[in-house]
């Protein structure tokens, strides 16, 4: 049995959550690490965890022989901060929205340090390991301003400048008109 919990005021991290990309030889997903605030991991999410493996593996399940499901990060500006990696499948991405709930397409708008809330499921493995996993169902954008960048910070508009190209010219087919890289390696200035 599966059940949901709304996390609040969490840091994302390393989130893909408009673009399914394959991870670790997995079908391709959505996902994100959520980061609880100052590592404190509220007891209601572990009692969830633990409710659910005993739903699905019986009610002698404790938490000691059960995968972890709540890791240490293991590295950067988060090193050794409490959180989870949640994932959707490709064929139910997860629901993104703004302060005011409006939906967000652009993918610049998350970024990692961003706080978000987020609608998590955690469901039993039921082959292999005893582990509870968390899916993915929707995030919140609460604040991308007030925040630490846990990536490079950089916008591409700052990284780079705009430089004057020569536009192809276009055929009567439509079509840009190309030149070979021979017939350009005279004109390089480099």
């Given amino acids: 049995m599966a059940k949901q919990v709304v996390l609040k005021n969490v840091i994302i991290q390393h989130p893909q959550l408009l673009t399914a990309i394959p991870y670790e030889n997995n079908a391709p997903r959505f996902g994100a690490r959520l980061i609880f605030p100052e590592g404190k991991v509220p007891q209601d999410i572990y009692d969830v965890i633990l409710e659910v493996a005993r739903d699905e593996f019986g009610q002698a399940t404790t938490a000691a022989s059960l995968e972890p499901t709540i890791t240490g990060t293991k590295s950067g500006t988060l090193a050794g901060v409490l959180g989870m990696s949640a994932y959707s499948r490709e064929a139910s991405p997860p629901t993104i929205v703004d302060q005011t709930r409006a ?8 970024f ?6 987020a609608v998590v499921g955690f469901y039993a493995n039921k082959k292999g390991k ?3 996993y968390v899916g993915l169902n929707m995030i919140q954008l609460v604040d991308s301003v007030n925040i630490t960048r846990l990536d490079s910070g950089m916008q591409v ?3 780079f ?4 190209v020569p536009v192809a010219p276009i055929t009567s087919s439509g079509a840009a008109k190309t030149t070979r890289a021979d017939d350009l390696a005279d ?3 480099f």
Avoid at 112 to 117: D, F, M, P
Avoid at 161 to 164: Q, S
């Fill in 112 to 117: 990692g340090g961003c706080i978000v809330n």
């Fill in 103 to 110: 939906a967000i397409t652009d993918p610049n708008l998350i």
């Fill in 161 to 164: 400048e705009t430089l004057d």
């Fill in 187 to 189: 004109s390089m200035p």
């Fill in 130 to 132: 005893k582990t509870v």
């Fill in 157 to 159: 508009d700052e990284a």
